[in-house]
């Protein structure tokens, strides 16, 4: 079973900054996941990709394959971006293939 | 086109009680999952269908959990007899591929949060 670790688990950062979130997983993968959710609020699919690199916006995320690492940044960090970032990692198979990371609580303070 | 429904947004019974939880998927989607999420555990996966078959229902706690899928476009989870540890948030998600959770984008809903005093 895919074991996929999120650092760092908690974040406070001022409005403005330039905000990195990691994720590592031990099994190779088909594709990665990153999920945003808003406190008491419904969960967003951020982004799929399966390497290089992919940009929204303010977000951007990065993925090694080699290294089994993605990284999610956001830039001109925001008091809206506050939220829980939950990466999930994809091996395929069947029920078992997604493993969630445990989420890193983004708190951006004006 | 509006994106996966749930209902109810909140839901508080007491021991003992049935509780059934709806999802209407995205239209077009032919996978459609079951997530519960807790602080403890975060999101596990309980049941999925894909074509409204039931592939995996390997997460689901026990028997007191049931969900079906009648047609395309509505699931019911259900919990009888409640008890309070089933209290969480309960996710219902669908995405336009058949076939796992994590092979497509996954397109959720806002969640049905669950107390079970």
């Known amino acids: 079973k895919n074991e996929v670790e999120q650092s760092p688990q908690n974040l406070t950062a001022q409005e403005g900054e330039f905000i990195t979130i990691n994720c590592s997983y031990s099994v190779g993968i088909s594709a990665l996941h990153w999920l945003q959710q808003h406190p008491g609020g419904g969960i967003v699919s951020l982004f799929m990709l399966s390497s290089g690199k992919k940009k929204h916006g303010r977000l951007i995320a990065t993925i090694n394959i080699q290294e089994k690492h993605s990284s999610l940044h956001i830039t001109a960090s925001h008091p809206r971006d506050s939220a829980v970032y939950i990466c999930a990692a994809y091996s395929g198979g069947g029920a078992d293939g997604l493993t969630f990371g445990k989420g890193t609580h983004l708190i951006i303070q004006p | 086109d509006a994106g996966v429904i749930q209902s109810p947004r909140h839901e508080v019974t007491e021991m003992g009680q049935e509780v059934t939880l709806r999802c209407k998927p995205i239209s077009g989607h032919n996978s459609l999952f079951w997530y519960r999420q807790t602080m403890m555990r975060g999101l596990e996966l309980l049941i999925y269908?894909?074509?409204?078959?039931?592939?995996?229902d390997s997460g689901m706690p026990e028997d007191r959990f049931s969900a079906k899928m009648p047609n395309a476009s509505f699931s019911t989870l259900k919990i009888q007899p409640s008890e309070p540890r089933d209290s969480a948030v309960y996710f219902c998600a669908s995405n336009p591929l058949a076939g796992p959770p994590g092979g497509g984008e996954l397109f959720f809903g806002e969640g049905s949060r669950l107390t079970v005093l």
């Open positions: 269908f894909n074509n409204n078959v039931p592939i995996d």
